[in-house]
């Protein structure tokens, strides 16, 4: 079994940082994903950040320049740092990875999800 526990998040004024974390933990052969997901209220979760295993990150347009999405392999964690925030950034925020787990077999695991609220 793997379980993604998240941190940080909270109520931020617009223009300033947050830094998410987001540990996984359990049976795990192997992350070969990790990133990040937002869900605003009436919208559909919407991906923010990825980062492979190469270390090869991707990132939504409406972020770029402004968030910075990182792993750490030997800890199986994976952070976001965000920077000059909006209030269009405001939601829930869910880490996402792919793990291969104790079933020897590829896994979509997701975090509980952590609110981050800009405030204008």
């Known amino acids: 079994q793997v379980q993604l526990v998240e941190s940080g998040g909270g109520l931020v004024q617009a223009g300033g940082s947050l830094t998410l974390s987001c540990a996984a933990l359990?049976?795990?052969?192997?992350?070969?994903?990790q990133g990040w997901y937002r869900q605003a209220p009436g919208t559909q979760r919407e991906v923010v950040a990825t980062?492979?295993?190469?270390?090869?990150?991707a990132y939504a347009d409406s972020v770029k320049g402004r968030f910075t999405v990182s792993r750490d392999n030997a800890k199986n964690t994976v952070s976001l740092q965000m920077n000059s925030l909006k209030p269009e950034d405001t939601g829930v925020y869910y880490c996402?990875?792919?793990?291969?787990?104790?079933?020897?077999?590829?896994?979509?695991?997701w975090g509980q999800g952590t609110q981050v609220t800009v405030s204008s």
């Open positions: 996402y990875a792919k793990v291969y787990d104790s079933t020897f077999s590829w896994g979509d695991y």
């Open positions: 359990g049976s795990i052969f192997g992350i070969i994903t």
């Open positions: 980062v492979n295993d190469s270390g090869n990150t």
